[in-house]
């Protein structure tokens, strides 16, 4: 089975940056789909950005020219770098491999406070 772990989260003032990590085992991200979801308190989980094996991205429209996301085959690993961050871009962040079956990390707490 895939596991995913992420890393990276953490509390920042707004308008700071953070990358978050996201790394599989024992299997290849090669063919997955990936994506990043967002869930605040009390909201539903929310797709954020995701990439697919030809890396064509996607991103929802709050975070559209503030966050990238990238993917590194060979390290196994998909990357979402956030910048210029919001207080409305806190919450705990997860990571996401779809082919056939949906695989989720255990998520990380991104804080955007000051």
């Known amino acids: 089975q895939l596991q995913l772990v992420e890393s990276g989260g953490g509390l920042v003032q707004p308008g700071g940056s953070l990358r978050l990590s996201c790394t599989a085992s024992?299997?290849?991200?090669?063919?997955?789909?990936i994506g990043w979801f967002h869930q605040a308190p009390g909201k539903e989980r929310e797709l954020v950005t995701a990439?697919?094996?030809?890396?064509?991205?996607y991103y929802t429209d709050s975070v559209k020219g503030r966050f990238t996301i990238s993917r590194d085959d060979a390290k196994n690993t998909v990357y979402l770098q956030m910048n210029s961050l919001k207080p409305e871009d806190t919450a705990v962040y997860y990571c996401?491999?779809?082919?056939?079956?949906?695989?989720w990390g255990q998520g990380t707490q991104v804080t955007v406070s000051s």
């Open positions: 996401n491999a779809r082919r056939l079956v949906d695989y």
């Open positions: 024992p299997f290849t991200l090669e063919w997955y789909y």
């Open positions: 990439i697919g094996s030809g890396g064509n991205t």
